[in-house]
């Protein structure tokens, strides 16, 4: 079956450190890939994508690159600030655009 | 703003009732999702609707229900109540099943006592 597996946090770091989540999937088919973020007690938001393998997606300087070989997807930034301070989810499209598959979630502290 | 609504933003109510929440999609789109996110759970996919048919069902209790009307809003019914149905509900919606973007609520934190 499909299903996500990401990098457990907590995650604290300072303001200009670099930041790597690691996700990784299982999936049959060719599944589309997703990096979505969460702010305080707001909903969910599409921070990036990819839908096929070597597809580099990036937003507001955050970085994944879908990998197959080694199946996974993992989010990075080279200088976070305060303000990405969030939680990350990780998600899958099973390519039928019918259901979704989440990871558990990484809470990001970005420190002054 | 993402452009999906969702109401009410909180809901209180006691064990053995039951609630509806409602949530409208951005305008255009088709798909409505529903998702559960509970601390000790994460996110959980609920249900898919498109264009007015169920199309997916993932983590649904039985004493959930979901619909979505002809103008393409959605509910979802929770019923008989219990202190583990306490956690945030999303409604997402997206363009069509081939659009693989969803576009969250929200959310409506419900609170069972």
């Known amino acids: 079956g499909n299903s996500v597996t990401q990098m457990e946090g907590p995650v604290t770091l300072s303001e200009e450190a670099f930041l790597t989540i690691n996700c990784t999937y299982t999936a049959t088919g060719y599944p589309s890939l997703f990096w979505y973020v969460q702010y305080p007690g707001e909903g969910l938001q599409l921070l990036l994508k990819a839908t096929k393998a070597d597809d580099k997606g990036s937003n507001k300087g955050f970085e994944a690159t879908y990998r197959k070989e080694t199946t996974s997807f993992h989010l990075e930034k080279g200088s976070v600030q305060v303000s990405d301070s969030a939680v990350y989810f990780c998600a899958l499209s099973d390519g039928t655009g019918n259901q979704f598959y989440f990871g558990t979630g990484t809470s990001l502290t970005v420190i002054p | 703003d993402s452009g999906v609504t969702q109401t009410p933003k909180h809901l209180i109510t006691a064990t053995g009732q039951r609630v509806t929440l409602r949530c409208s999609p951005r305008?255009?789109?088709?798909?409505v999702y529903w998702y559960q996110q509970s601390l000790d759970q994460g996110l959980q996919f609920l249900i898919q609707y498109y264009n007015g048919e169920e199309r997916a069902k993932g983590n649904i209790l039985e004493r959930f229900s979901a619909q979505q009307f002809p103008d393409l809003h959605s509910e979802l019914n929770l019923s008989s109540l219990e202190l583990g149905d306490s956690a945030l509900y999303f409604c997402?919606?997206?363009?069509?099943?081939?659009?693989?973007?969803?576009?969250f609520g929200p959310g409506t934190r419900l609170t069972v006592t």
């Open positions: 305008s255009g789109d088709l798909s």
């Open positions: 997402a919606s997206s363009v069509d099943l081939a659009t693989y973007e969803q576009y």
